[in-house]
Antibody, heavy 115, light 111 residues
Framework: QVQLQESGPGLVRPSETLSLTCSVS????????WSWLRQPPGKGLEWIAY???????NYNPSLKSRVTISIDTSKKEFSLNMISVTAADTAVYYC?????????WGQGTLVTVSS | QSALTQPASVSGSPGQSITISCTGT?????????VSWYQQHPGKVPRLILY???NRPSGVSTRFSGSKSGNTASLTISGLQAEDEADYYC???????????FGAGTKVTVL
């Protein structure tokens, strides 16, 4: 059973960079798509980006200018970097397997943007 | 503003059937069978309950079913149970931005 676990700081200052990593266990990271999604407190889900094991990526156009997703298959990890964060980026960030539909999710990590 | 439109809330009594609609456009739901649905209980991780419009992942109850007509996808929950009380989100691929969009979610209340 594939398991995912997010890690990264829970507090980020405005204008700084948010960096998160997702560790994959219990299965292979190859031949699959891997995504980041987020959910602001009390609000709905938003897809951020996906990466394929080859490094192919796709981004939510509303976030594309600020976001980079990458994968390290040797470490069975994929990562998210988001620059120039504001309070509007405060959310629970989830990593998940898939692109278009997401069948395995991490537990989520709350990232608060505040000074 | 979400690209997909869902009713804010739907309610039903135990044992009844309810349907949640998810309306998009000819660039997303109307063009592709890439619609998925998620159930999320308060404070919990979203759970995939349908993909590609009507396919259920292993372990998901047959009480959940999906369909699509034109630009609108639907999730039907049959034999409503107390445990079905949750938020439900639809998701679709959209060719307008070659990305994926969610609905704002529907809160299901079991009366």
């Amino acid at each position: 059973q594939v398991q995912l676990q997010e890690s990264g700081p829970g507090l980020v200052r405005p204008s700084e960079t948010l960096s998160l990593t997702c560790s994959v266990s219990g299965g292979s990271i190859t031949n699959d798509y891997w995504s980041w999604l987020r959910q602001p407190p009390g609000k709905g889900l938003e897809w951020i980006a996906y990466v394929f094991h080859t490094g192919t990526t796709n981004y939510n156009p509303s976030l594309k200018s600020r976001v980079t997703i990458s994968i390290d298959t040797s470490k069975k990890e994929f990562s998210l970097n988001m620059i120039s964060v504001t309070a509007a980026d405060t959310a629970v960030y989830y990593c998940a397997r898939g692109a278009g539909w997401y069948d395995h999710w991490g537990q989520g990590t709350l990232v608060t943007v505040s000074s | 503003q979400s690209a997909l439109t869902q009713p804010a809330s739907v309610s039903g009594s135990p044992g009844q059937s309810i349907t949640i609609s998810c309306t998009g456009t000819s660039s997303d739901i109307g063009a592709f069978d890439y619609v998925s649905w998620y159930q999320q209980h308060p404070g919990k991780v979203p759970r995939l309950i349908l993909y590609d419009v009507s396919n259920r992942p292993s372990g998901v109850s047959t009480r959940f079913s999906g369909s699509k007509s034109g630009n609108t996808a639907s999730l039907t929950i049959s034999g409503l149970q107390a445990e079905d009380e949750a938020d439900y989100y639809c998701n679709s691929y959209t060719s307008s931005t070659t990305s994926y969009v969610f609905g704002a979610g529907t809160k299901v209340t079991v009366l």
